[in-house]
């Protein structure tokens, strides 16, 4: 079955710390991945995607994310994070060459930033 | 770029009431539209997808129901809730080919009493 494992519940960073959330995913095939960004009583946002190419993708808001197929992984990662990056964030995953995409998401991570 | 409107923002409701909560999509036309719920630490959960007027795919038994009366207009309804429906409703539309993403709308707090 398709599953997304975002392992940490919570993370606490430090203002300026850099930052890294994992992502876990089982899948038939390599899918297209997906990170979403939700602020409190907020729609999500998207941060990123990997759809082929360099397995390193930039996102916005400073974020970039590794596509690791031999870990079945796609990783967050931020150099330094702000206040204003406090949010749940989730990692999606979905099918390839369809139009409609079912995503299967993780629970999520919810950040803290710390001054 | 398209564009999802929700309302209610936020709705409290008694159960045995019914429920009809609207998503409106700009900006594009003939998208495929979602409903998920989201609730506390559980993610987000498709319930029901629609690739077209009148098309609808349910996701998962429950006793909710949706409909796509317009190419733009996706509703979410019940006809009696149960304190069980709680929680973030959001609505989302994609169009185009498989490498488009799907776009958020703000979503709906329903909280069943």
Redo the contacts between chains.
């Keep these: 079955a398709q599953s997304v494992t975002q392992p940490d ?1 919570h993370i606490t960073v430090s203002e300026g710390a850099s930052l890294e959330l994992r992502c876990n995913y089982s899948y038939g095939a390599t899918p ?1 991945l ?1 990170w ?1 960004v939700q602020s409190p ?6 941060l990123l ?1 990997y ?1 082929s190419g360099d397995t390193l993708v930039q996102g916005i808001k400073g974020f970039e994310a590794e596509f690791k197929r031999s870990q079945s992984s796609f990783n967050l990662r931020k150099p330094s994070v702000h206040w204003s990056d406090a949010a749940e964030y ?1 990692c ?1 995953v979905g ?9 299967v ?4 991570t919810r950040l803290l930033v710390s001054p | 770029s398209q564009t999802i409107h929700q309302w209610p923002a936020t709705l409290v409701q008694p159960v045995g009431s019914p429920l009809s909560l609207e998503c409106t999509v700009e900006g594009t036309s003939n998208p495929n539209l979602y409903w998920y719920r989201q609730a506390a630490g559980r993610g987000l959960q498709l319930l029901f997808y629609s690739v077209g007027i009148g098309q609808i795919s349910s996701e998962v038994p429950q006793n909710l129901s949706a409909s796509r009366p317009q190419d733009r207009q996706f509703i979410l309804s019940s006809k009696k809730l149960l304190l069980s429906d709680s929680g973030f409703y959001l609505c989302a539309g994609k169009t185009g080919g498989s490498t488009d993403t799907q776009y958020f709308g703000p979503g709906t707090r329903l909280t069943v009493l």
């Design positions: 519940i297209y997906f979403y009583g907020q729609g999500l946002q998207l995607k759809f989730f999606a099918p390839r060459n369809t139009g409609f995409q079912k995503l998401f993780g629970t999520g």
